[in-house]
C-alpha cells in the first residue's frame, strides 16, 4: 500500500464516549433535513443517498448519529462535492483512497455523517443489505443490539 493509499484522518483522533441509545423513532425524520440539503447542495452529482446504519433500523438501539450513504460519480475526486457539503456544514473527516474510495463527512455536533461511495463500490451494497436484514429480522436485530451494548460498555484505547 502505498502513501496515497493510507487512510487520511482529517483533525486528529478524538477521544469520544460510545453512547447506545433505546430507539428513537424520530430518527427518520432526522435523516430527512439532511438528506435533502445533500440532495440540494449535490443536484444531479447525486446519483443516490441512503439512510444507512443503526438509526435507519427500527426497533434498533444506536449510537445517537445519522448516518447517510451518498453516491457521486468518482468520490475520489473532492472537488466534486467536499466544497459544497463542507460550506453547508459537513467538513471532510475520513479519506480512505484503499478503502474503495470511501470519504466521510460531518457535523460540527458529530450527530451526522455522510459516507460517499463511487457507484459500484461494494460497500454501498453491503451497507443496504445489512441495514436491509436487520430491518427484516428480530433475531437478527437482538443479536446484533445485545453485541453493540457490550462493546460500548468496554473500554477502548485512543
Same mark, same amino acid.
Given at each position: 500500500m502505498?502513501?496515497?493509499d493510507?487512510?487520511?484522518?482529517?483533525?486528529?483522533?478524538?477521544?469520544?464516549?460510545?453512547? @447506545?441509545?433505546d430507539?428513537?423513532?424520530?430518527?427518520?425524520?432526522?435523516?430527512?433535513?439532511?438528506?435533502?440539503?445533500?440532495?440540494?447542495?449535490?443536484?444531479?452529482?447525486?446519483?443516490?443517498?441512503?439512510? @444507512?446504519?443503526?438509526?435507519?433500523?427500527?426497533?434498533?438501539?444506536?449510537?445517537?448519529?445519522?448516518?447517510?450513504?451518498a453516491v457521486?460519480p468518482?468520490?475520489?475526486?473532492?472537488?466534486?462535492?467536499?466544497?459544497?457539503?463542507?460550506?453547508?456544514?459537513?467538513?471532510?473527516r475520513?479519506?480512505?483512497?484503499?478503502?474503495?474510495?470511501?470519504?466521510m463527512?460531518?457535523?460540527?455536533?458529530?450527530?451526522?455523517?455522510?459516507?460517499?461511495?463511487?457507484?459500484g463500490?461494494?460497500e454501498?451494497?453491503?451497507?443496504?443489505t445489512?441495514?436491509?436484514?436487520l430491518?427484516?429480522?428480530?433475531?437478527?436485530?437482538?443479536?446484533?443490539?445485545?453485541?453493540?451494548?457490550?462493546?460500548a460498555?468496554?473500554?477502548?484505547?485512543?
Amino acid at each position: 500500500m502505498g502513501i496515497d493509499d493510507e487512510p487520511c484522518l482529517i483533525g486528529g483522533v478524538e477521544k469520544r464516549g460510545i453512547i @447506545i441509545a433505546d430507539y428513537d423513532p424520530a430518527w427518520p425524520q432526522q435523516y430527512e433535513r439532511p438528506a435533502r440539503l445533500i440532495r440540494d447542495v449535490l443536484g444531479s452529482r447525486l446519483m443516490r443517498i441512503e439512510h @444507512i446504519g443503526s438509526t435507519a433500523v427500527p426497533g434498533l438501539a444506536a449510537k445517537p448519529i445519522i448516518d447517510i450513504l451518498a453516491v457521486v460519480p468518482n468520490s475520489a475526486d473532492e472537488s466534486s462535492y467536499v466544497p459544497q457539503l463542507g460550506a453547508v456544514g459537513y467538513p471532510l473527516r475520513v479519506r480512505e483512497p484503499g478503502f474503495f474510495e470511501h470519504r466521510m463527512l460531518r457535523t460540527a455536533a458529530r450527530d451526522v455523517h455522510v459516507h460517499v461511495f463511487s457507484p459500484g463500490a461494494p460497500e454501498i451494497s453491503r451497507y443496504i443489505t445489512f441495514r436491509d436484514r436487520l430491518r427484516r429480522s428480530a433475531e437478527d436485530r437482538a443479536r446484533y443490539e445485545a453485541v453493540k451494548r457490550r462493546l460500548a460498555a468496554q473500554s477502548w484505547p485512543t
